[in-house]
């Protein structure tokens, strides 16, 4: 299996919703969207929103990603939103990729409540369970696939490996395979979809697609739809607001336990749907945040303290790897500028 931030589905609705694919200014293929957020002129901004806007619009680790939106953002609101190009708004429905376990997994423990969380599904929340997809490229987006069938033979054809049980490996058999325990019966569309419960669980309103069987990465939705989630997570409306680094395992290239991680550089832990960024601080190892970097760029966070969350939205459908390591990047190189006001380059 490739070492990539897993997604479940592009369907063909959802990039005609997108765009064509193609080399457009951003080359991310999603020219001519009209929902565009032109942002603020230069003379209203602080001195702290300037440096942010000046890093995302010239630091050779954010021009590099074509068009995107981010924002900065408090418990309670968005505190500063812009966009680097003309063709990603605040609006803007994208893939979500990888992004789609951090909603997922809090859905899951909302509906079950933590303290009801067996062994075995703790371990398919944070990757240890031993069950994998036996192929990163097949997709569920046929209309009317269950949660069930995604699983099956047919598409992702999860199964379980002795030999991995107890080891991290990032891979969307584990969630598959709670859900299909869960909610096999349910679709990516119609009465009683996945993305209906998952709404209900988490207050939020994204929308459906034949792709969120796979909920491990199908989910789809805009940075204004994120926000909801990342706003309610901060403010302990959430099981998950008091559990972000329950459970967490080591989850970085050589750490122990690891078989398999998308994760680059550093050190990372992996809790429930979501990973445990690390930072070298006065030469220690310390926990600075939460995310769950999507496949083609989609990046939530929260700082470990949980007083502010940020986004970088964007998708490049075609590209290279690491689409969500490089959002990740410029996202706190903008953070940072934010942060001291002054341009990080």
Known sequence: MKWTWKTGLIPVGGLLALGSIGC?????GLEGLSD????????????YEQAAVDTANTSPDCTSLGDFYWEIGSGTAKLFGFSRGSTVSETTVLPLA???????????????????????????????????????????????????ECYGSDYKNVSYHSGEDGNFFYDGGHMQKLATD?????SGTGVASVVSWLNGQLGTSLPES??????????????????VFLQKLLTNQYAMSVRLTADAVPAYPGGPGVSNTPWVSGQAYYGLGHWLERELVSDVWRMTGHSSPG????????DAGKSQYMLLARARLIGPEHEGEQSRVCAHKIRKAYELGVPQL
């Open 36 to 47: 565009t957020n032109l942002g603020t002129s230069r003379a209203a901004l602080t001195v």
């Open 295 to 302: 496949l083609f760029g989609f990046y939530p966070w929260v």
């Open 98 to 148: 990888s992004a789609s376990k951090w909603l997922y997994a809090s859905a899951y423990v909302q509906s079950k409540g933590y303290v009801n969380l067996g062994a075995a599904e703790k371990k398919q929340l944070n990757f240890t369970s031993g069950y994998l997809e036996s192929t990163d490229d097949v997709t569920c987006g046929d209309v009317g696939t269950t949660v069930s």
């Open 24 to 28: 457009g200014p951003g080359g991310n």
């Open 210 to 227: 034949s792709g969120a069987v796979a909920v491990a990465g199908g989910f789809r939705g805009s940075a204004a739809h994120y926000r």
């Open 182 to 186: 869960d909610m096999g019966w349910r």
